[in-house]
């Protein structure tokens, strides 16, 4: 997997990834005047994925990489339960699942996943308070359960590895690049590595993409369920609960997830392929809504997954 250590290739995907981010940033204003995270979200995984497919596979495909993008959009993340200074907690596990596949001639070679949670920002900075759940929850990874009964709700201790979990900052108001020069690469969306109260960015969405294609970041895991630890079968059990949802194919037509490559599968367990504002709006808040959680017990995860085939030596 050399050839992802190119530094050209490097610099053509994260100019890619930072359009990609560019355009869905945008695309989130038309859809309402002051959109947040999920809105966000939605916007990157539904317009965002494609821009990013395109030049993407353009420029892989030259060195003799196959491409497949699948992004999935659902209502709301699962919630996890566990003990916050000798008191239960309750969040969503997570904002965002990206997941990183490489075959070799269709054969795996190497998989990895993060999980990513987003906060608005003026400013590429946001201060969290010492007592917010969702950031104890990625600072220490202590033992949790899954509240929803689609999924194994036992005691679950992952561990607390680098690169597993990281917080984003997404620009709250409309910019364009030349107005926001304090963000990494002049983009609208960025990446904490430094889990702190104060956050402060460290780089930027389209930097974490490409270092995750070159497996530089994320955690390593494996999809069979008879080896690897309790990363691992977290990641199987979010993709295998997402997939086996009810899911509407989205404007991209392409074959089944890992049937297929040079495309891009864009699946929502909700949305039709273009929502409208009202249904943007109805996208469910960042807060912990007992009514919502009570009438909503099944929930996917969002989930980008980029696979990689590798047909020639290059």
Known sequence: M???QNQSLKNELHSAAINSVWFSHQDA???RSKPDEPHHVAA???????VLAKHWSESLSKRGIELNLTSVFCHGFPRVSFEQNGKQSSVELADLLVVRRHFNRGK????????I????????????????????LFKNWPQFSFKQ???DTRQRSIGNVHGQSLYSLILKQQAYPEQIFGWPDTCCWSIVEDLKLNMESDASFARFLEKLVAF???REFYSDPKVGCEWSQLIQQLLEVTFNKK??????????RGNGFDSINFLSSSLPITPSSDEIDNLPPNVDEQEFEENNPQRGANTIIIETNQLERY
């Open 29 to 31: 204003f038309l859809e």
């Open 108 to 115: 795996l070679e190497k998989e990895t996943a993060c999980l």
């Open 247 to 256: 899911l509407t194919a989205g404007p991209y037509k392409a074959p089944k």
């Open 44 to 50: 990157f995984i539904i317009r965002g994925m494609n």
């Open 117 to 136: 949670q987003s906060k608005m920002s003026d400013d590429s900075t946001n201060r969290v308070s010492r007592d917010d759940p969702q950031f104890y």
């Open 149 to 151: 009964k689609d999924y």
């Open 216 to 218: 530089e970041t994320g």
């Open 2 to 4: 050399k050839i992802f």
